[in-house]
């Protein structure tokens, strides 16, 4: 699943195989836009005058379409939100829902055909700019839909006759609409539904074979997302607007992350807004990150990331991949039934605390030399730390192993299973666990931890939020997997193992 497997698969496959095996490529587009809002998202406006804010929002979108098409991007990405805004409920939202068509039961480009819907003014502008810039566009826009829903005719309807759902549309190179997908994991957002189900949506391009939608919180569930990676897609496209959460969550730490863990590429476009915290977008694969996380002070504007990344699809035509190995993908993305707990074989260092980080009692030890090993356990998950510090003349940074097993509490519930080496935001034991910035300590380090799930989230994070690619990362067939980094390039912020357990989360 991590990176040395992959990459000795690939050096195997390269040399077993014959033609081109890893070289498919393509050029992808993600756009980190500076959304422009509707200063009084509680009151409602007239279609009018929510067409006339949506238009400026998506002028710039068109600006950012003809630019990303001169890279030779195929298919670029915006955010969540990133034509409306957010913060409405669901009376003052009205002005702005236009009603989707479902791609699935009809074949419709708004761009040649606008006639045959009213009201879709939205759909019709990025239609006619994806057949104008020749690329695929993906874009998040409320949508309505009358009840009964064709997808499910039984399920009962809100009491004012209809849905609302926060939605990601796909279209074509040609304007077609090929994709709708409806986010199913809420977070605030008292203007939209959640959808009766989970909804499962790919779509296919001629030039990397299929691509699975989510809208930013997804991202932690199992569905839609999991299900999409279990179902083999490999490509997924991530419209979001992500409230930082360091020491854990902050936006391309969590991105580079799942990429990393689930073995995928991700194209997360997130928006930009530095009142909310929202900054951090990027294109991954498991290989590779472009990134890009404005620092606190940059100016707030947009960002266009462009990348020829590799095609992933273990079914497409390009792809000579027809070995077990590169297509059976339910083998390699299943769950490992949990192993078994045993009695850790480290006894826990003596002197351990219990701190706070996002709002979970983690069990904290401290570092308190230039090298050595650390163990901390969180009842019988414990992560193990082997490290050698090099700490800057006079710099008096604190940093603590933690564990935690359990649920997440908060807004929702997650089961998760955490190893995190991280710098305390202060000098004192009880800021370890808080978010910070910056820091000057680098370190080698190997952290370790036996996990419940094969769904482990690896990540490394320097000072300034920059990201490092872990030097080795390995799963072992107990469960045991082992993250290896040194020669850091800076001060380090957070190195996790961030296990979910998805399987717990209704228990
Ligand atoms: C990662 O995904 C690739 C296909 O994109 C697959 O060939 C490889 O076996 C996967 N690696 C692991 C460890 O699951
Ligand atoms: C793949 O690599 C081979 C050998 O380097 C090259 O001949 C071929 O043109 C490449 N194909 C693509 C699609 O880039
Ligand atoms: C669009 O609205 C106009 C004016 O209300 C109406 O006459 C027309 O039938 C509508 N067209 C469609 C396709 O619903
Ligand atoms: C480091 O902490 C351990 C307990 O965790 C303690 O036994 C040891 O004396 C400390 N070492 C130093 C150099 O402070
Ligand atoms: C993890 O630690 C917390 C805080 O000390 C504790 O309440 C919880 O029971 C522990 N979890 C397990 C599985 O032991
Ligand atoms: C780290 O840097 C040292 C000194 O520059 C070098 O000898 C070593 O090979 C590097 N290690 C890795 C894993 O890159």
């Excluded at 609409?177 to 409806?182: I, T």
């Excluded at 730490?253 to 900054?279: D, E, H, W, Y």
């Excluded at 193990?384 to 710099?395: I, N, T, V």
Aim: some cysteine.
């Amino acid at each position: 699943m991590f990176w040395v497997v992959v990459l000795s698969f690939f050096l195997m496959s390269v040399i077993v195989r014959t033609g081109p095996v890893m070289n498919s490529s393509y050029v992808a587009a993600v756009y980190e836009h500076n959304v422009i809002l509707n200063p009084d998202p509680h009151v409602p406006l007239s279609r009018t005058a929510a067409l006339q804010h949506m238009q400026k929002n998506l002028d710039i979108y068109e600006e950012q379409a003809a630019r990303a098409a001169q890279q030779g991007a195929q298919i670029l990405v915006f955010p969540e939100d990133g034509i409306h805004g957010f913060n409405y409920n669901r009376l003052s939202i009205s002005g702005y829902l236009e009603t989707i068509p479902d791609p699935q039961q009809e074949s419709w480009n708004p761009c040649t055909e606008p006639g045959r819907y009213n009201n879709t003014e939205v759909l019709q502008r990025l239609s006619c700019m994806a057949r104008h810039y020749n690329l695929y566009v993906v874009a998040n826009m409320p949508d309505l839909q009358p009840c009964p829903l064709k997808t499910d005719p039984s399920s009962s309807c809100p009491p004012d006759g209809h849905w609302q759902f926060n939605t990601n549309v796909v279209f074509s190179s040609d304007g077609l609409l090929v994709a709708r997908y409806h986010k199913y994991n809420l977070y605030f957002e008292k203007a939209f539904d959640t959808p009766p189900q989970p909804e499962i949506i790919m779509f296919e391009t001629p030039f990397a074979g299929r691509f699975g939608l989510m809208i930013c919180f997804d991202i932690l569930f199992h569905d839609p997302t999991i299900a999409l990676v279990e179902k083999g897609v490999h490509q997924l496209i991530y419209p979001t607007a992500w409230l930082n959460a360091l020491p854990l969550l902050d936006s391309v730490q969590f991105q580079r992350a799942f990429s990393l863990g689930a073995n995928v590429t991700l194209l997360a476009a997130n928006l930009r807004n530095n009142q909310m915290n929202m900054r951090g977008s990027g294109i991954y694969t498991p290989f590779s990150a472009t990134y890009y996380h404005a620092q606190k002070g940059e100016p707030e504007e947009g960002r266009l990331l462009v990348a020829r990344v590799p095609v992933l699809d273990p079914l497409w035509v390009g792809w000579s991949g027809t070995t077990g190995e590169g297509v059976d993908s339910s083998q390699s993305t299943s769950f490992a039934s949990p192993p078994t707990e045993t009695a850790p074989s480290v006894p826990p260092s003596s002197a351990t605390f219990i701190s706070s980080m996002l709002d979970d009692p983690f069990t904290f030890v401290l570092l308190n030399q230039t090298e050595g090993e650390v163990n901390t356990c969180n009842g019988t998950f414990c992560c193990h730390l082997q490290y050698r510090r090099f700490q800057q003349d006079g710099s008096k940074e604190l940093y603590a192993l933690g564990a935690f097993a359990g649920k997440h509490s908060g807004y929702r519930h997650w089961a998760v299973q955490v190893c995190a080496l991280v710098r305390c935001a202060g000098l004192d034991i009880s800021s370890c666990g808080q978010g910070v910035e910056e820091a000057e300590s680098k370190m080698d380090f190997t952290l370790k931890g036996k996990f419940g799930t094969r769904y482990v989230y690896p990540s490394v994070l320097a000072s300034k939020l920059v990201l490092e690619q872990p030097e080795h990362l390995e799963t072992a067939a107990d469960g045991t997997v082992t993250m290896r980094h040194s020669n850091m390039t800076g001060g380090l912020l957070t190195a996790c193992l961030f296990g979910r357990m998805y399987h717990l989360d209704n228990e």
